[in-house]
């Protein structure tokens, strides 16, 4: 299995609500990443785990809260979002956390309302 | 903070033609990584270059690192409508972490 899954595929939500995206990889990655990416934009790096444990957090406001329960499962849980929240959510894995090329999930694109 | 430009921000091209795209880096790179994006689609892999000048070639697809490790380019020999897609480049910093800094891209169009 050489694919990083993302559920769901769309998401609608209110200012109000707590909803969580979800990835996953089964290639033994020790890597995980999510990034955000506007309309016509580059990936922006939101947060980095190496080994289950967070290594990067590129200042991302706390309505932000990523977890990682176990080596292939990566999750982003959303709360009192904004409307320019409104992106393209995208999780890659890479074999090792240095360097290495990074596997995309298809995205999970979450329209804030 | 580190930035990664890329020109041209869009190109429109006949089928057949050649396409260049040139990254630069505010900063010195411990490598460099390309990724396509097709329209709705998410980035993949294309190839890293890590050596200072280092070429490497992948059928139509030239990738170059500058010896100054802070520039790259991507050129695509004879177009074809399956390019089509955005094109990034992606700087790895001096710091050792996994953090990439994608360039802004550079969108292909391909006229038929």
């Known amino acids: 299995d050489t694919e990083v899954t993302q559920t769901p595929k769309h998401l609608v939500m209110g200012m109000t609500n707590k909803k969580s995206l979800k990835c996953e990889q089964h290639?033994?990655?020790?890597?995980m990443y999510w990034y955000k990416q506007k309309a016509k934009k580059p990936p922006e790096l939101m947060f980095v785990?190496?080994?289950?444990?967070?290594?990067i957090n590129e200042s991302v406001p706390s309505r932000f809260s990523p977890e990682c329960p176990n080596s292939s499962l990566l999750n982003l849980h959303l709360h009192a979002l904004q409307p320019e929240d409104s992106a393209l959510y995208l999780c890659?894995?890479?074999?090792?956390?240095?360097?290495?090329?990074?596997?995309f999930g298809p995205g999970t694109r979450l329209t804030v309302l | 903070g580190q930035q990664v430009m890329q020109i041209p921000q869009y190109q429109h091209v006949q089928e057949g033609e050649d396409f260049t795209t040139y990254c630069n880096s505010s900063?010195?790179?411990?490598?460099i990584q390309w990724y396509k994006q097709r329209p709705g689609g998410h980035p993949v892999f294309l190839i890293q270059?890590?050596?200072?000048?280092e070429v490497k070639k992948q059928k139509r697809l030239t990738f170059q690192f500058g010896e100054a490790k802070k520039n790259s380019s991507l050129h695509i020999t004879a177009t074809q409508t399956t390019d089509v897609g955005t094109y990034f480049c992606?700087?790895?910093?001096?710091?050792?972490?996994?953090?990439?800094?994608f360039g802004t891209g550079t969108r292909l169009t391909i006229i038929p």
């Open positions: 290639m033994g990655h020790r890597a």
């Open positions: 992606a700087g790895l910093g001096q710091t050792g972490a996994n953090n990439l800094f």
């Open positions: 270059l890590v050596k200072s000048g």
């Open positions: 900063t010195t790179l411990s490598n």
């Open positions: 890659a894995s890479s074999q090792w956390t240095s360097g290495n090329e990074q596997f």
């Open positions: 785990y190496s080994y289950e444990k967070l290594s």
